[in-house]
Protein backbone atom coordinates (compact mmCIF):
# COMPACT_ATOMS: atom_id res chain seq x y z
CA UNK A 1 0.00 0.00 0.00
CA UNK A 2 1.46 3.46 -1.05
CA UNK A 3 0.56 6.20 1.00
CA UNK A 4 1.87 10.38 0.55
CA UNK A 5 4.92 11.10 2.17
CA UNK A 6 4.82 13.41 5.69
CA UNK A 7 5.02 16.68 5.41
CA UNK A 8 4.15 18.43 8.68
CA UNK A 9 7.38 17.83 9.82
CA UNK A 10 7.25 21.17 12.03
CA UNK A 11 4.10 19.89 13.94
CA UNK A 12 5.55 16.76 14.90
CA UNK A 13 9.03 17.97 16.05
CA UNK A 14 7.11 20.14 18.31
CA UNK A 15 4.98 17.10 19.79
CA UNK A 16 8.52 15.05 20.14
CA UNK A 17 9.79 17.88 21.79
CA UNK A 18 7.03 18.16 24.36
CA UNK A 19 7.40 14.42 24.93
CA UNK A 20 11.07 14.03 25.36
CA UNK A 21 11.99 17.53 26.42
CA UNK A 22 15.26 17.28 24.77
CA UNK A 23 17.41 17.93 21.43
CA UNK A 24 20.80 17.00 22.44
CA UNK A 25 22.65 13.26 22.25
CA UNK A 26 22.45 12.58 25.61
CA UNK A 27 20.01 9.72 24.51
CA UNK A 28 22.27 8.28 21.79
CA UNK A 29 22.85 4.91 22.32
CA UNK A 30 26.44 3.46 21.71
CA UNK A 31 27.52 -0.36 21.44
CA UNK A 32 28.51 -0.21 25.06
CA UNK A 33 25.16 0.42 26.25
CA UNK A 34 23.32 -1.76 23.73
CA UNK A 35 22.73 -4.22 26.43
CA UNK A 36 21.51 -1.79 29.03
CA UNK A 37 18.73 0.07 26.52
CA UNK A 38 15.18 1.57 28.42
CA UNK A 39 12.24 2.62 26.24
CA UNK A 40 12.10 6.63 26.70
CA UNK A 41 8.48 7.35 25.34
CA UNK A 42 5.23 5.27 26.11
CA UNK A 43 3.52 3.67 23.10
CA UNK A 44 0.64 5.74 23.69
CA UNK A 45 2.81 8.54 22.91
CA UNK A 46 3.70 7.14 19.66
CA UNK A 47 0.70 6.07 18.41
CA UNK A 48 -0.46 9.65 18.90
CA UNK A 49 1.81 11.26 16.76
CA UNK A 50 -0.20 9.92 13.81
CA UNK A 51 -2.06 12.36 11.71
CA UNK A 52 -3.57 10.64 9.02
CA UNK A 53 -0.31 10.73 7.31
CA UNK A 54 2.73 8.43 6.77
CA UNK A 55 5.62 9.30 9.55
CA UNK A 56 9.14 8.95 9.35
CA UNK A 57 10.49 8.34 12.57
CA UNK A 58 13.77 9.91 11.18
CA UNK A 59 11.60 13.06 10.97
CA UNK A 60 9.88 13.26 14.62
CA UNK A 61 12.49 12.25 16.92
CA UNK A 62 14.50 16.08 16.95
CA UNK A 63 18.14 13.88 17.48
CA UNK A 64 16.61 11.98 20.25
CA UNK A 65 16.67 8.08 19.97
CA UNK A 66 13.24 6.91 20.30
CA UNK A 67 12.77 3.85 21.92
CA UNK A 68 8.82 2.11 22.65
CA UNK A 69 8.03 -0.67 24.74
CA UNK A 70 5.54 -3.35 24.68
CA UNK A 71 4.06 -6.32 25.44
CA UNK A 72 3.33 -9.09 22.28
CA UNK A 73 -0.48 -10.55 22.52
CA UNK A 74 -0.23 -12.37 19.20
CA UNK A 75 1.05 -15.79 17.68
CA UNK A 76 2.27 -17.20 14.85
CA UNK A 77 1.97 -20.61 16.17
CA UNK A 78 -1.00 -21.65 14.69
CA UNK A 79 -0.88 -19.55 11.43
CA UNK A 80 -3.69 -17.46 11.71
CA UNK A 81 -1.27 -14.80 12.39
CA UNK A 82 1.41 -14.52 10.06
CA UNK A 83 4.49 -12.33 9.42
CA UNK A 84 3.24 -9.73 11.69
CA UNK A 85 3.62 -9.09 15.45
CA UNK A 86 1.14 -7.62 17.66
CA UNK A 87 2.08 -5.49 20.72
CA UNK A 88 0.02 -3.21 23.55
CA UNK A 89 1.57 -0.98 26.09
CA UNK A 90 0.27 -2.59 29.25
CA UNK A 91 -0.55 -6.03 30.33
CA UNK A 92 -3.50 -4.74 31.58
CA UNK A 93 -6.12 -2.04 31.00
CA UNK A 94 -4.38 -1.30 27.90
CA UNK A 95 -4.67 2.05 26.29
CA UNK A 96 -2.45 1.42 22.68
CA UNK A 97 -1.92 -1.10 20.44
CA UNK A 98 0.24 -1.10 17.26
CA UNK A 99 0.92 -3.91 14.61
CA UNK A 100 4.91 -4.54 13.81
CA UNK A 101 5.22 -5.93 10.25
CA UNK A 102 8.11 -8.27 9.36
CA UNK A 103 9.33 -10.98 6.74
CA UNK A 104 9.32 -13.59 9.30
CA UNK A 105 8.13 -16.59 10.21
CA UNK A 106 8.02 -18.74 13.35
CA UNK A 107 8.33 -15.52 15.34
CA UNK A 108 6.24 -17.92 18.59
CA UNK A 109 9.85 -19.94 18.82
CA UNK A 110 12.00 -16.57 20.11
CA UNK A 111 8.98 -13.99 21.00
CA UNK A 112 5.87 -15.13 23.09
CA UNK A 113 3.28 -14.00 24.68
CA UNK A 114 3.63 -11.94 27.29
CA UNK A 115 7.19 -10.55 26.59
CA UNK A 116 8.09 -6.80 26.64
CA UNK A 117 10.23 -5.82 23.93
CA UNK A 118 12.10 -2.78 23.11
CA UNK A 119 11.50 -0.73 19.75
CA UNK A 120 13.82 1.28 18.33
CA UNK A 121 12.28 3.79 16.27
CA UNK A 122 15.12 5.03 13.93
CA UNK A 123 14.44 3.80 10.22
CA UNK A 124 11.30 2.82 10.88
CA UNK A 125 7.73 4.30 10.02
CA UNK A 126 4.27 4.58 11.25
CA UNK A 127 0.88 3.93 8.92
CA UNK A 128 -2.38 3.67 9.79
CA UNK A 129 -4.24 0.83 7.52
CA UNK A 130 -8.20 0.56 8.18
CA UNK A 131 -7.63 2.10 11.46
CA UNK A 132 -5.36 -0.40 12.51
CA UNK A 133 -1.85 1.38 13.42
CA UNK A 134 1.20 -0.43 11.47
CA UNK A 135 5.03 -0.10 11.97
CA UNK A 136 7.32 -1.33 9.66
CA UNK A 137 10.53 0.11 7.71
CA UNK A 138 10.69 3.33 6.12
CA UNK A 139 11.97 4.00 2.84
CA UNK A 140 11.01 6.45 -0.03
CA UNK A 141 8.07 7.69 1.21
CA UNK A 142 6.83 3.90 2.13
CA UNK A 143 6.16 1.71 4.90
CA UNK A 144 7.19 -2.12 4.13
CA UNK A 145 8.14 -5.16 6.40
CA UNK A 146 11.19 -5.33 8.56
CA UNK A 147 13.34 -7.60 7.17
CA UNK A 148 14.37 -10.92 8.63
CA UNK A 149 17.77 -9.53 8.94
CA UNK A 150 17.02 -6.43 9.90
CA UNK A 151 14.65 -7.47 12.96
CA UNK A 152 16.86 -7.87 15.63
CA UNK A 153 18.45 -4.36 15.06
CA UNK A 154 14.70 -3.05 15.95
CA UNK A 155 12.62 -5.64 17.96
CA UNK A 156 14.90 -5.93 21.36
CA UNK A 157 13.49 -8.85 23.48
CA UNK A 158 13.93 -8.07 27.03
CA UNK A 159 13.74 -10.49 30.33
CA UNK A 160 10.38 -9.60 31.41
CA UNK A 161 7.67 -12.15 30.52
CA UNK A 162 4.31 -11.57 32.00
CA UNK A 163 0.60 -13.00 31.89
CA UNK A 164 -1.57 -10.27 29.73
CA UNK A 165 -4.83 -9.83 31.23
CA UNK A 166 -7.53 -9.23 28.17
CA UNK A 167 -9.37 -6.39 28.42
CA UNK A 168 -13.13 -7.62 29.42
CA UNK A 169 -15.64 -5.82 26.85
CA UNK A 170 -18.72 -6.56 25.45
CA UNK A 171 -19.93 -6.22 21.67
CA UNK A 172 -21.55 -3.10 21.79
CA UNK A 173 -18.86 -0.99 23.78
CA UNK A 174 -16.85 -2.28 20.49
CA UNK A 175 -19.15 -0.96 17.89
CA UNK A 176 -20.18 2.13 19.66
CA UNK A 177 -16.42 3.12 20.21
CA UNK A 178 -15.73 2.19 16.40
CA UNK A 179 -19.32 4.22 15.32
CA UNK A 180 -17.15 7.29 17.71
CA UNK A 181 -14.05 9.47 17.54
CA UNK A 182 -12.27 7.45 19.37
CA UNK A 183 -12.16 3.47 18.47
CA UNK A 184 -10.90 0.99 20.14
CA UNK A 185 -7.12 0.64 19.90
CA UNK A 186 -5.59 -2.85 19.29
CA UNK A 187 -5.61 -4.47 22.09
CA UNK A 188 -6.30 -8.26 23.44
CA UNK A 189 -10.33 -8.36 24.29
CA UNK A 190 -12.14 -11.34 26.29
CA UNK A 191 -16.09 -11.14 24.87
CA UNK A 192 -18.12 -13.54 27.36
CA UNK A 193 -21.55 -15.03 26.32
CA UNK A 194 -21.01 -15.13 22.87
CA UNK A 195 -21.95 -17.71 20.56
CA UNK A 196 -21.73 -18.30 16.02
CA UNK A 197 -24.94 -17.39 14.01
CA UNK A 198 -27.42 -20.12 13.29
CA UNK A 199 -26.64 -19.53 9.87
CA UNK A 200 -23.24 -20.50 10.41
CA UNK A 201 -23.69 -23.75 12.59
CA UNK A 202 -21.52 -26.69 11.48
CA UNK A 203 -19.07 -25.22 9.67
CA UNK A 204 -15.51 -24.85 10.12
CA UNK A 205 -13.00 -22.21 11.01
CA UNK A 206 -12.36 -21.45 7.22
CA UNK A 207 -12.55 -22.62 4.07
CA UNK A 208 -10.68 -26.71 3.38
CA UNK A 209 -10.20 -26.16 0.06
CA UNK A 210 -8.22 -22.80 -0.03
CA UNK A 211 -6.27 -19.93 1.64
CA UNK A 212 -8.45 -17.43 1.72
CA UNK A 213 -9.97 -15.68 4.69
CA UNK A 214 -13.03 -16.68 6.01
CA UNK A 215 -15.43 -14.26 8.37
CA UNK A 216 -17.50 -16.10 11.27
CA UNK A 217 -20.37 -13.80 12.42
CA UNK A 218 -20.51 -13.90 16.49
CA UNK A 219 -23.50 -13.01 18.37
CA UNK A 220 -24.32 -12.11 21.93
CA UNK A 221 -26.50 -14.00 24.01
CA UNK A 222 -26.74 -11.09 26.60
CA UNK A 223 -30.39 -9.49 27.53
CA UNK A 224 -29.54 -6.75 25.41
CA UNK A 225 -30.13 -5.88 21.67
CA UNK A 226 -28.35 -8.40 20.08
CA UNK A 227 -25.53 -7.27 18.32
CA UNK A 228 -22.67 -9.16 16.17
CA UNK A 229 -19.13 -9.00 15.39
CA UNK A 230 -16.77 -10.62 12.90
CA UNK A 231 -14.13 -13.44 13.64
CA UNK A 232 -11.84 -13.33 11.20
CA UNK A 233 -9.80 -16.33 10.09
CA UNK A 234 -7.10 -16.62 8.09
CA UNK A 235 -6.85 -19.57 5.10
CA UNK A 236 -3.40 -20.46 6.63
CA UNK A 237 -4.03 -21.23 10.06
CA UNK A 238 -3.90 -24.90 10.72
CA UNK A 239 -6.81 -25.39 12.45
CA UNK A 240 -8.71 -23.96 9.36
CA UNK A 241 -10.85 -27.49 8.70
CA UNK A 242 -11.63 -28.21 12.38
CA UNK A 243 -15.77 -27.69 12.94
CA UNK A 244 -16.72 -24.41 14.91
CA UNK A 245 -17.95 -24.74 18.21
CA UNK A 246 -21.92 -24.49 18.38
CA UNK A 247 -22.01 -23.62 22.18
CA UNK A 248 -21.64 -20.21 23.65
CA UNK A 249 -18.84 -18.82 25.86
CA UNK A 250 -16.21 -16.73 25.79
CA UNK A 251 -13.51 -15.64 22.98
CA UNK A 252 -10.24 -14.09 23.83
CA UNK A 253 -8.99 -12.45 20.92
CA UNK A 254 -7.10 -9.58 19.34
CA UNK A 255 -9.38 -6.61 18.67
CA UNK A 256 -8.29 -5.40 15.11
CA UNK A 257 -10.29 -2.99 12.85
CA UNK A 258 -13.80 -4.21 14.76
CA UNK A 259 -12.64 -7.63 14.08
CA UNK A 260 -11.46 -10.13 16.31
CA UNK A 261 -8.47 -12.11 15.78
CA UNK A 262 -7.69 -15.99 17.82
CA UNK A 263 -4.07 -16.91 18.40
CA UNK A 264 -5.25 -20.27 18.07
CA UNK A 265 -8.39 -22.32 18.86
CA UNK A 266 -7.71 -22.44 22.63
CA UNK A 267 -8.72 -18.56 22.03
CA UNK A 268 -12.63 -20.04 21.86
CA UNK A 269 -13.98 -21.45 25.51
CA UNK A 270 -17.61 -22.21 24.32
CA UNK A 271 -18.35 -24.80 27.05
CA UNK A 272 -21.89 -23.79 27.78
CA UNK A 273 -25.86 -24.24 26.42
CA UNK A 274 -26.10 -22.59 23.79
CA UNK A 275 -28.90 -19.91 23.67
CA UNK A 276 -31.85 -19.61 21.77
CA UNK A 277 -34.06 -16.93 19.51
CA UNK A 278 -37.35 -18.13 20.34
CA UNK A 279 -38.47 -15.58 18.03
CA UNK A 280 -37.09 -17.49 14.95
CA UNK A 281 -39.71 -20.23 14.33
CA UNK A 282 -37.71 -21.63 11.36
CA UNK A 283 -33.73 -21.24 10.34
CA UNK A 284 -32.94 -23.38 7.23
CA UNK A 285 -28.61 -22.60 6.20
CA UNK A 286 -28.42 -26.13 4.36
CA UNK A 287 -25.44 -26.54 6.33
CA UNK A 288 -26.20 -30.28 7.23
CA UNK A 289 -26.29 -31.41 4.02
CA UNK A 290 -23.31 -33.73 3.45
CA UNK A 291 -24.13 -35.18 -0.06
CA UNK A 292 -24.61 -31.99 -3.00
CA UNK A 293 -25.34 -32.40 -6.47
CA UNK A 294 -28.30 -33.95 -5.41
CA UNK A 295 -32.25 -33.53 -4.62
CA UNK A 296 -32.70 -31.80 -1.32
CA UNK A 297 -34.17 -34.47 1.35
CA UNK A 298 -34.23 -32.73 4.17
CA UNK A 299 -36.22 -33.73 7.03
CA UNK A 300 -39.68 -32.46 6.76
CA UNK A 301 -38.77 -30.68 3.58
CA UNK A 302 -40.73 -31.25 0.25
CA UNK A 303 -38.92 -30.80 -3.28
CA UNK A 304 -41.29 -32.07 -6.11
CA UNK A 305 -41.85 -31.35 -9.72
CA UNK A 306 -45.83 -31.56 -9.79
CA UNK A 307 -45.59 -31.02 -13.72
CA UNK A 308 -44.48 -34.42 -15.13
CA UNK A 309 -42.89 -37.02 -12.47
CA UNK A 310 -40.58 -37.84 -15.19
CA UNK A 311 -39.08 -34.61 -15.34
CA UNK A 312 -36.00 -34.38 -13.04
CA UNK A 313 -35.56 -30.56 -12.84
CA UNK A 314 -35.66 -30.18 -9.44
CA UNK A 315 -34.05 -28.15 -6.81
CA UNK A 316 -30.76 -29.77 -5.42
CA UNK A 317 -28.12 -28.73 -2.82
CA UNK A 318 -24.85 -26.98 -4.31
CA UNK A 319 -21.78 -26.35 -2.91
CA UNK A 320 -19.16 -22.90 -3.27
CA UNK A 321 -16.57 -22.83 -1.00
CA UNK A 322 -17.47 -24.28 1.61
CA UNK A 323 -21.25 -22.73 1.02
CA UNK A 324 -24.05 -25.31 0.87
CA UNK A 325 -27.32 -23.86 -0.96
CA UNK A 326 -30.37 -24.67 -2.66
CA UNK A 327 -29.98 -23.94 -6.67
CA UNK A 328 -32.91 -24.47 -9.48
CA UNK A 329 -31.16 -24.54 -12.99
CA UNK A 330 -32.74 -23.28 -15.92
CA UNK A 331 -35.75 -24.99 -17.32
CA UNK A 332 -35.00 -26.00 -20.63
CA UNK A 333 -36.10 -24.80 -24.25
CA UNK A 334 -39.54 -26.66 -24.76
CA UNK A 335 -40.66 -28.65 -21.49
CA UNK A 336 -43.20 -26.86 -18.55
CA UNK A 337 -41.35 -27.07 -15.02
CA UNK A 338 -43.87 -27.15 -11.53
CA UNK A 339 -40.99 -27.69 -9.52
CA UNK A 340 -41.32 -26.66 -5.30
CA UNK A 341 -38.86 -26.49 -2.44
CA UNK A 342 -41.21 -26.40 0.26
CA UNK A 343 -40.17 -26.09 3.53
CA UNK A 344 -41.11 -28.36 6.90
CA UNK A 345 -44.54 -27.33 8.68
CA UNK A 346 -43.83 -23.91 11.20
CA UNK A 347 -46.21 -23.81 14.35
CA UNK A 348 -48.02 -20.65 14.54
CA UNK A 349 -46.50 -19.81 18.13
CA UNK A 350 -47.64 -15.99 19.51
CA UNK A 351 -48.29 -13.78 16.06
CA UNK A 352 -49.50 -14.23 12.62
CA UNK A 353 -47.48 -11.29 11.55
CA UNK A 354 -44.15 -12.71 10.76
CA UNK A 355 -40.55 -11.86 9.06
CA UNK A 356 -39.46 -13.84 6.45
CA UNK A 357 -35.90 -13.66 4.84
CA UNK A 358 -33.90 -15.22 2.54
CA UNK A 359 -30.60 -14.63 0.65
CA UNK A 360 -31.41 -15.01 -3.19
CA UNK A 361 -28.87 -15.32 -5.71
CA UNK A 362 -30.47 -15.05 -9.53
CA UNK A 363 -28.56 -16.03 -12.59
CA UNK A 364 -28.29 -15.66 -16.47
CA UNK A 365 -32.46 -14.06 -15.81
CA UNK A 366 -34.37 -13.88 -18.86
CA UNK A 367 -37.66 -14.70 -17.19
CA UNK A 368 -39.70 -15.21 -14.03
CA UNK A 369 -39.85 -18.26 -13.24
CA UNK A 370 -39.47 -17.87 -9.20
CA UNK A 371 -42.75 -17.99 -7.44
CA UNK A 372 -42.94 -17.65 -3.34
CA UNK A 373 -46.30 -18.91 -1.59
CA UNK A 374 -47.86 -19.43 2.23
CA UNK A 375 -48.34 -23.34 1.85
CA UNK A 376 -51.11 -24.58 4.01
CA UNK A 377 -50.04 -28.25 4.27
CA UNK A 378 -48.49 -30.88 1.44
CA UNK A 379 -50.42 -34.36 0.76
CA UNK A 380 -48.11 -36.18 -1.53
CA UNK A 381 -47.81 -34.39 -4.68
CA UNK A 382 -50.93 -32.09 -3.80
CA UNK A 383 -50.05 -28.88 -2.25
CA UNK A 384 -52.56 -27.08 -1.05
CA UNK A 385 -52.02 -22.94 -1.24
CA UNK A 386 -53.79 -19.83 -2.84
CA UNK A 387 -52.47 -17.83 -4.81
CA UNK A 388 -53.60 -14.95 -3.01
CA UNK A 389 -51.13 -15.85 -0.91
CA UNK A 390 -48.05 -15.24 -3.42
CA UNK A 391 -44.93 -13.49 -1.08
CA UNK A 392 -43.64 -11.27 -4.06
CA UNK A 393 -41.79 -8.76 -2.26
CA UNK A 394 -38.33 -10.53 -1.93
CA UNK A 395 -38.17 -11.78 -5.93
CA UNK A 396 -36.28 -10.44 -7.56
CA UNK A 397 -35.91 -10.04 -11.35
CA UNK A 398 -32.31 -9.79 -12.62
CA UNK A 399 -28.63 -10.98 -12.39
CA UNK A 400 -27.12 -10.44 -9.24
CA UNK A 401 -23.45 -10.91 -8.56
CA UNK A 402 -23.65 -12.88 -5.23
CA UNK A 403 -26.07 -13.73 -3.01
CA UNK A 404 -28.32 -10.76 -1.73
CA UNK A 405 -30.32 -10.86 1.33
CA UNK A 406 -33.99 -10.17 0.78
CA UNK A 407 -36.42 -9.59 3.79
CA UNK A 408 -40.25 -8.75 4.25
CA UNK A 409 -43.21 -9.09 6.43
CA UNK A 410 -45.69 -12.00 5.90
CA UNK A 411 -49.10 -12.44 7.57
CA UNK A 412 -50.30 -15.88 7.59
CA UNK A 413 -54.16 -16.84 7.30
CA UNK A 414 -56.24 -16.56 10.14
CA UNK A 415 -57.44 -20.17 9.71
CA UNK A 416 -54.10 -21.14 9.45
CA UNK A 417 -52.83 -23.49 12.34
CA UNK A 418 -49.44 -23.92 10.69
CA UNK A 419 -47.59 -22.95 7.12
CA UNK A 420 -45.29 -24.15 5.75
CA UNK A 421 -42.81 -21.93 2.54
CA UNK A 422 -43.20 -22.98 -0.74
CA UNK A 423 -40.30 -21.90 -3.55
CA UNK A 424 -41.79 -22.51 -6.71
CA UNK A 425 -39.95 -23.11 -10.05
CA UNK A 426 -42.73 -22.71 -12.35
CA UNK A 427 -42.07 -22.42 -15.90
CA UNK A 428 -45.56 -21.94 -17.54
CA UNK A 429 -44.44 -21.39 -21.15
CA UNK A 430 -42.21 -23.15 -24.20
CA UNK A 431 -39.95 -20.19 -24.26
CA UNK A 432 -36.30 -21.14 -23.63
CA UNK A 433 -35.66 -20.26 -20.08
CA UNK A 434 -31.67 -19.53 -19.25
CA UNK A 435 -32.76 -18.03 -15.21
CA UNK A 436 -30.99 -20.13 -12.57
CA UNK A 437 -31.92 -19.34 -9.18
CA UNK A 438 -30.09 -20.13 -5.57
CA UNK A 439 -31.46 -19.29 -2.24
CA UNK A 440 -29.66 -19.61 1.18
CA UNK A 441 -30.29 -19.08 4.58
CA UNK A 442 -33.94 -18.91 4.92
CA UNK A 443 -35.21 -17.47 8.13
CA UNK A 444 -38.79 -16.99 9.62
CA UNK A 445 -38.88 -15.21 13.08
CA UNK A 446 -41.45 -13.13 14.89
CA UNK A 447 -41.06 -9.14 14.60
Same mark, same amino acid.
Given at each position: ??????????????????????????????????????????????? !????????????????????????????????????????????????????????????????????????????????????????????????????????????????????????????????????????????????????????????????????????????????????????????????????????????????????????????????????????????????????????????????? !????????????????????????????????????????????????????????????????????????????????????????????????????????????????????????? !??????????????????????
Amino acid at each position: MKNTYLKPFMLLSIIVATLFACGDDDNAITPEQEDDIEANTELLAIT !NLYENDIVEFNQVQNGATLIASGFIISSDVSKNINQQIYIQDKTEDATSGVVIDVTLDNIYLTHSIGQEILLKLNGLGMQKVENVIHIGAYSNGEITPISSDDFQDFVISTNNNEAIVPKTITINEILEAANSDEPLPTILVSIENVQIIDEQLNTTYANVDNNSDVDKTLINCTDEDTQTIILQNSGLSTFKALPFPTEQGTITAILSKNKLIIRDTNDIDFTEERCIDDSVLLHEDFESITETNEIITLDGWVDI !NISDPQLFIRWEAQKTNDNIFAEIEKGGSTQKYDAWLITKEVQIVNTRTLKLSVDINVNNFNSNDLEIFIVENVSGDNINFSEANEIDDIVLSEDTSGFITKETTITIPSDYDSFRIGFRY !NKKSSTPSETEYQIDNIVISEE
